[in-house]
């Protein structure tokens, strides 16, 4: 089958991108006549609403009015001889067909994408726009170095930073919402590339003024006589539980948090003491405001990983930032190209 698609008044052909006439929905009526004549505008909406979930929010995002959304939609549902979502009860969600089109119009996306960034690139130094979604701790204390060397030798690059927790960079970075996520080790997952990019201690971190601020070490039952602020969750709190419960020790949780950040300054407060990687905290330090010390028989360590997906065809700007924040550490093999890729 053969699929044209018109953009922006120029026409490209895409042969076998989408092979809906192999689709086989039941009860759904498919009207082939050989050639359709596809807006990647209305692949692009389509892509925008099933990742939102709304038509609304996709009209916001995009700035237009959602009566033109919902026209667009329904002229490619017009095209593709069925309906691509259903829309009861104010909650979106896809039809059998929809679910079927998605991948194929994901595809032809990506397609269209690459074929402009490679015209583009040709001839051209690494521009555009990267997208990595981290940690606020991350981007506050480990990324900044990394940022500015990368923007001194690519300007022309935007950078966008996307704070987020573990699990939703993770999520990001499957489903395609940014290049790259930036995220704690351990990490395993046959569908992604990693790359550790940052390691260091994490230490009981106390004001300056603290009891304890003398010593370089403290023991475990010294510890355990003071309040105790814990983020809520997290690899490092999985660690720090790990090592209280082998000491048979049960700990005085004063208070748990979910911003590292927001832990820093209560600590700064005096509220209680807390366990941070020593990078968060070596300016507080040096400026005379907070201790790190060491907690004996203690050892955690914090392990960041810059992860992207294993299928990922890297722009000439992604190679550049990947090669920036791994200090130029071989890059892995591209994906192999299907034949559909190559054509």
């Known amino acids: ?20 006439s192999e689709l086989s929905v039941p009860g759904a009526k498919y009207e082939f006549k050989g050639s359709w004549r596809m807006d990647f505008e209305q692949l692009k909406t389509f892509q925008l609403i099933s990742r939102l979930k709304s038509f609304s929010r996709a009209a916001d995002k995009l700035g237009v009015t959602q009566p033109a959304i919902s026209a667009q939609i ?25 679910r079927l089109f998605e991948p194929f119009a994901e595809h032809c996306l990506q397609c269209y994408s690459h074929i402009l960034a490679g015209v583009s690139e040709l001839y051209q130094s690494p521009r555009g726009e990267i997208t990595v979604s981290t940690s606020e701790a991350t981007s506050l204390y480990v990324l ?51 790359h550790s990019i940052h390691k260091d201690d994490v230490y009981l971190v106390i004001p300056a003024v603290h009891p304890l601020a003398g010593k370089g070490v403290v023991k475990l039952d010294e510890v355990i006589q003071y309040p105790l602020l814990m983020m809520k969750h997290g690899r490092q709190r999985e660690k720090i539980n790990n090592f209280f419960l082998s000491q048979d020790v049960q700990p005085r949780v004063a208070m748990e948090l979910e911003s590292s950040e927001l832990l820093k300054r209560l600590i700064l407060a005096g509220i209680g003491i807390g366990f941070l990687p020593s990078t968060n905290v070596a300016t507080d330090e040096a400026g005379g405001l907070l201790k790190t010390v060491r907690v004996e028989g203690m050892r955690v360590q914090r392990e960041l990983a810059l992860v992207f997906r294993r299928d990922k ?25 299907t034949k559909n890729q190559l054509h």
């Open 313 to 337: 065809l890297l722009t000439k700007a992604a190679q550049a930032f990947l090669e920036v924040a791994t200090h130029g550490v071989k890059l892995p093999p591209a994906p192999a190209r």
């Open 74 to 98: 329904r002229s490619l549902e017009n095209e593709v001889g069925a309906r691509l979502f259903d829309r009861e009860g104010g909650k979106i969600t896809f039809t059998a067909a929809g």
């Open 144 to 194: 900044p170095s990394v940022f500015a060397q990368f923007k001194k030798l690519y300007s022309k690059v935007h950078l966008s930073i996307v704070r987020s927790e573990r699990s939703r960079t993770l999520e990001a970075v499957f489903s395609r919402e940014v290049d790259f996520g930036i995220v704690s080790q351990p990490l395993k997952d046959a569908r992604l590339v990693i």
């Open 1 to 20: 089958m053969r699929v044209e698609f018109l953009a922006g008044g120029a026409s490209g052909i895409a042969d076998g991108c989408l092979l809906l």
